[in-house]
């Protein structure tokens, strides 16, 4: 919450919008009920911004008039454009798949459900001008979300920044602008497990947050059910760490330390004292012990070797069914 980023360094490159396109980059799964309402916010926005602008719209198999709804703005509107992927591949991918395609000087990626106010992106525009590469919305107020998200989402900044060397910034989303030559190094990056914050943390430049307060969804649901946050973040923080794969050599070799101080404590007192009764409790404990902690380290290794193999069968990251509005 308090964790924005420090003021910029003196930045004596300033930049000018005039002749500049902005790429809006926004994944839509099942998002009828809000989309309307989405363009006409985002556009007011854009044409009072004064920019060229294009609007990305990936639609991530959804299963309701999603791609209707886009294909009767696209009519209107030609600047919308829109990449019907042939399947949902999660919001990770789609947002790779929209910022592939885009071809903006600046890439804003957006939520469509409005929890990213779009009225923002001229504060990031701003921002962009006074010489920031990326401008973050920050979450000041996250009331909109329950409790328990509020209470695992600031577990998850937690663990991840506990163990990755590119620290996360708290309450930063998706939502912000990048120059291109951000964009590019993201496009670059080959990795399949697309853990966005991650990428856009990773890459560095010169970042400022843009605080702001996180309204609730405008319709329709979310679809990050805690089962499915729970994967992303151990996507997250097995694509930026190697900690929990490496600390299981510590445990070891502490578990056997003390495996073999243990047997030495047993040895002098059976010479000393003799033979008692033999403890079959203490043995079995011993054994469980030792069998949840071996489960729990191969379990880890499987994780990361699952990964591995990911990224080894080397699949393209989406398939795109239909593109509208490029040439
Ligand atoms: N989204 C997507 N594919 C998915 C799930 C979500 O493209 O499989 C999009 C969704 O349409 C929205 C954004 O990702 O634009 C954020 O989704 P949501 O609002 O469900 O997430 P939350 O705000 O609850 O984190
Ligand atoms: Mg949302």
Same mark, same amino acid.
């Given at each position: 919450m @308090?964790?924005?980023? %420090? +003021?910029? +360094?003196?930045?004596?490159?300033?930049?000018?919008?005039?002749?500049?396109? !902005?790429?809006?980059?926004?994944?839509?799964?099942?998002?009828?009920?809000?989309?309307?309402?989405?363009?006409e916010?985002?556009?007011?926005?854009?044409e009072?911004? #004064?920019?060229?602008?294009?609007?990305?719209?990936?639609?991530?198999?959804?299963?309701?008039?999603?791609?209707?709804?886009?294909l009767?703005?696209?009519?209107?509107?030609?600047?919308?454009?829109?990449?019907?992927?042939?399947?949902?591949?999660?919001?990770?991918? $789609?947002?790779?798949?929209?910022?592939?395609?885009? @071809?903006?000087?600046?890439?804003?990626?957006?939520?469509?459900?409005? &929890?990213?106010?779009?009225?923002?992106?001229?504060?990031?525009?701003?921002?962009?001008?006074?010489g $920031?590469?990326?401008?973050?919305?920050?979450?000041?107020?996250?009331?909109?979300?329950?409790?328990?998200?509020?209470?695992?989402? &600031?577990?998850?900044?937690?663990?991840?920044?506990?163990?990755?060397?590119? +620290?996360?910034?708290?309450?930063?989303?998706?939502?912000?602008?990048?120059?291109?030559?951000?964009?590019?190094?993201?496009?670059?990056? %080959?990795?399949?497990?697309?853990?966005?914050? #991650? !990428?856009?943390?990773?890459?560095?430049?010169?970042?400022?947050?843009? +605080?702001?307060?996180?309204?609730?969804?405008?319709a329709?649901?979310?679809s990050?059910?805690?089962?499915?946050?729970?994967?992303?973040?151990?996507?997250?923080?097995?694509?930026?760490?190697?900690?929990?794969?490496?600390?299981?050599?510590?445990?070891?070799?502490?578990? $056997?330390a003390?495996?073999f101080?243990?047997?030495?404590?047993?040895?002098?007192?059976?010479?000393?004292?003799?033979?008692d009764? %033999?403890? /079959?409790?203490?043995?079995?404990?011993?054994?469980?012990m030792?069998?949840?902690?071996?489960?729990?380290?191969?379990?880890?290794?499987?994780?990361?070797?699952?990964?591995i193999? &990911?990224?080894?069968?080397?699949?393209?990251?989406?398939?795109?069914?239909?593109? /509208? #509005?490029?040439?």
């Amino acid at each position: 919450m @308090t964790d924005l980023a %420090p +003021p910029l +360094p003196s930045l004596s490159a300033t930049r000018s919008r005039a002749g500049k396109r !902005l790429s809006v980059v926004a994944p839509c799964f099942n998002e009828q009920a809000v989309l309307d309402q989405f363009f006409e916010r985002l556009e007011a926005t854009l044409e009072a911004c #004064g920019v060229d602008y294009e609007i990305v719209c990936v639609n991530d198999g959804s299963r309701d008039h999603t791609l209707a709804v886009l294909l009767r703005h696209h009519g209107r509107n030609p600047r919308v454009k829109i990449i019907d992927l042939a399947r949902n591949f999660g919001k990770e991918t $789609a947002l790779s798949a929209g910022l592939e395609a885009a @071809t903006g000087d600046m890439v804003a990626p957006i939520d469509v459900d409005l &929890q990213d106010p779009p009225e923002l992106i001229a504060d990031f525009i701003v921002a962009w001008e006074a010489g $920031a590469d990326v401008a973050y919305g920050v979450r000041v107020d996250r009331r909109s979300d329950s409790g328990l998200k509020r209470l695992t989402a &600031q577990g998850f900044y937690r663990a991840f920044n506990a163990l990755s060397d590119v +620290p996360l910034p708290y309450n930063a989303g998706d939502f912000r602008l990048m120059d291109r030559k951000v964009v590019e190094v993201i496009r670059s990056l %080959p990795e399949r497990n697309r853990f966005m914050k #991650g !990428l856009f943390a990773w890459v560095g430049f010169n970042q400022v947050a843009v +605080p702001y307060a996180r309204p609730e969804r405008a319709a329709g649901s979310s679809s990050w059910r805690y089962w499915r946050l729970w994967n992303f973040a151990l996507d997250g923080i097995t694509s930026f760490s190697t900690a929990p794969i490496r600390v299981w050599s510590y445990i070891g070799l502490a578990a $056997a330390a003390v495996a073999f101080v243990a047997a030495a404590a047993i040895v002098v007192r059976t010479l000393l004292f003799g033979r008692d009764v %033999p403890g /079959y409790p203490s043995i079995v404990v011993l054994l469980l012990m030792s069998f949840g902690v071996q489960m729990l380290a191969i379990g880890s290794l499987g994780e990361y070797v699952a990964r591995i193999y &990911q990224e080894v069968k080397g699949r393209p990251l989406y398939v795109v069914m239909n593109r /509208y #509005g490029f040439d």
